[in-house]
T-cell receptor, first 117, second 112 residues
Framework: GAVVSQHPSWVICKSGTSVKIECRSL??????MFWYRQFPKQSLMLMAT?????????EQGVEKDKFLINHASLTLSTLTVTSAHPEDSSFYIC?????????????FGEGSWLTVV | DQQVKQNSPSLSVQEGRISILNCDYT??????FLWYKKYPAEGPTFLIS?????DKNEDGRFTVFLNKSAKHLSLHIVPSQPGDSAVYFC???????????FGTGTSLTVIP
């Protein structure tokens, strides 16, 4: 089946530094990838929709200058958390869209735990 | 405004019985629906989907029913197993598939 891989699965960084999370579709080309953040005991929060070769579309309330998204190829999207602060500590999940006969199915990565100290 | 709603935050079912998870949506433009299962600290896993041209889709122990007039879908798991204990999310998209809307999830506990 379709596989989406996220790296790193766990990262700790110092406050004020930047950290990059990669999302790769391993056996299919994904025109569209999505980035989510999960808060404890809440549903996934869509941060942005990333389309290959174009600028990402950010959801309301998400700072695009802080959460930089690059979708340079059909198999790779990256999320860079710039000038990270402790409140950015969270579980970040990406997904990639696979086009099927009846519609698109999205497959999720394993998620990345970010801890900002 | 939540366009996809799962009104039951939790559900407990005895092993071997049927689990029924419900999901309601408000946008009549949605025509593709998906169910995901999520364990703690992991990404959601795709379970089953249904297009609006169908009202039922079955895959092993999992069956999804769609009632378009009521804007309601449900996931049936039978028989329920302890390994099914997880949070289940329903999601919906329109024909473009460019935006997916998730419900807030229902935590299912299957009691051995």
């Amino acid at each position: 089946g379709a596989v989406v891989s996220q790296h790193p699965s766990w990262v700790i960084c110092k406050s004020g530094t930047s950290v990059k999370i990669e999302c790769r579709s391993l056996d299919f080309q994904a025109t569209t990838m999505f980035w989510y953040r999960q808060f404890p005991k809440q549903s996934l929060m869509l941060m942005a929709t990333s389309n290959e070769g174009s600028k990402a579309t950010y959801e309301q309330g998400v700072e695009k200058d802080k959460f930089l998204i690059n979708h340079a190829s059909l198999t790779l999207s990256t999320l860079t958390v710039t000038s990270a602060h402790p409140e950015d500590s969270s579980f970040y999940i990406c997904s990639a869209s696979l086009t099927g006969v009846f519609g698109n199915t999205i497959y999720f990565g394993e998620g990345s735990w970010l801890t900002v100290v | 405004d939540q366009q996809v709603k799962q009104n039951s935050p939790s559900l407990s079912v005895q092993e071997g019985r049927i689990s029924i998870l419900n999901c309601d949506y408000t946008n009549s433009m949605f025509d593709y629906f998906l169910w995901y299962k999520k364990y703690p600290a992991e990404g959601p896993t795709f379970l089953i989907s249904i297009s609006s041209i169908k009202d039922k889709n079955e895959d092993g122990r999992f069956t999804v029913f769609l009632n378009k007039s009521a804007k309601h879908l449900s996931l049936h798991i039978v028989p329920s197993q302890p390994g099914d204990s997880a949070v289940y999310f329903c999601a919906a998209s329109d024909f473009t598939g460019n935006q997916f809307y998730f419900g807030t999830g229902t935590s299912l506990t299957v009691i051995p």
